[in-house]
């Protein structure tokens, strides 16, 4: 009987631990599946934190864009000013800014205004990934009724051969500068600027007959 008795406690107690570690597994499949479903749901609201950081940051560009397309060119460049100044002192690049006051009598179409400050902004993309420089120069002016834009740094300048076949880096972006410019009439010239300076100099230049008077109706946003 004593026997008997030892060998059902026995078997008890294997059965209790084998019940004990199908619970324990039970849990850890539990805890598994639990910590992927979180993974799940956490990965989808970042997701969707991200969707909603993107279109945030679309409508913000969209209402500068309208900003500054909706006054005029004098207007349309602080713009860029503003957007841009911060961003270029945080990679270390310092930006030297002359605008003629005489560019508040001066409005163009909608998408004059457009293509001409996206040229802006290519030629300032060019340098702060290209060019190495420390400084950015834009002036912006009316000599001789002529819009004329430049931009220029102190970069290490153009490459020896660049031309429109180049399908990376400067190459690319300056393709795009003209066929933009080739959109409104303008004429841009791309060229180094002359010893011992180094860097590249990109000048817009829009004729008087592309220019409106601020009285006019700008041409309507689409």
Not at 23 to 46: D, F, G, I, M, P
Not at 107 to 112: I, K, P, Q, Y
Not at 168 to 184: I, S, V, Y
Request: glycine share 8%.
């Amino acid at each position: 009987m004593a026997v008997l008795s030892g060998a059902r406690v026995v078997a008890a107690l294997g059965r209790a631990e084998n019940t004990n570690s199908e619970l324990e597994q039970r849990v850890a499949e539990k805890n598994a599946a639990l910590q992927t479903s979180y993974a799940a749901v956490r990965e989808a609201e970042l997701q969707t934190e991200r969707r909603q950081a993107r279109t945030q940051e679309r409508e913000r560009l969209n209402r500068e864009m309208h900003d500054g397309l909706g006054r005029s060119l004098h207007g349309a460049l602080l713009a860029w000013r503003n957007r841009w100044e911060d961003r270029l002192l945080a990679v270390g690049i310092a930006l030297e800014w002359q605008l003629d006051p005489a560019l508040e009598a001066v409005e163009l179409g909608s998408d004059t205004t457009l293509q001409f400050m996206r040229i802006l902004q290519e030629a300032t993309t060019n340098v702060v990934k290209h060019a190495g420089a420390s400084l950015l120069q834009v002036n912006a002016s009316l000599a001789h009724d002529n819009l004329v834009l430049q931009i220029s740094d102190n970069g290490c300048g153009l490459p020896p051969v660049l031309d429109c076949a180049t399908s990376a880096g400067k190459g690319r972006g300056l393709r795009n500068m003209r066929q933009r410019c080739e959109q409104f009439g303008g004429t841009l010239q791309v060229e180094p600027l002359r010893p011992p300076q180094t860097g590249t100099l990109v000048r817009l230049t829009l004729a008087n007959g592309g220019l409106q008077p601020t009285e006019s109706a700008p041409t309507p946003l689409t």
